[in-house]
């Protein structure tokens, strides 16, 4: 059976790894939102041109 001691180490990693995964989460979190274009810079209309007949 268990030691209580083991059991305190192994919930107390399961702390840090739960928190180092949360950290992480934030760390992509933030890259993400100042890698994004912002929408009305997408939905502007731009012709497309491939398809025009010149005659």
Known sequence: ???RKDR????RGEQIQAAEREAAK??????AEEDRVPTEETTRAVPD????RDD
């Open 1 to 3: 059976m268990p030691r």
């Open 49 to 52: 041109r491939r398809w025009r």
């Open 26 to 31: 934030q760390r992509l979190l933030a890259q």
């Open 8 to 11: 305190l180490e192994a919930s």
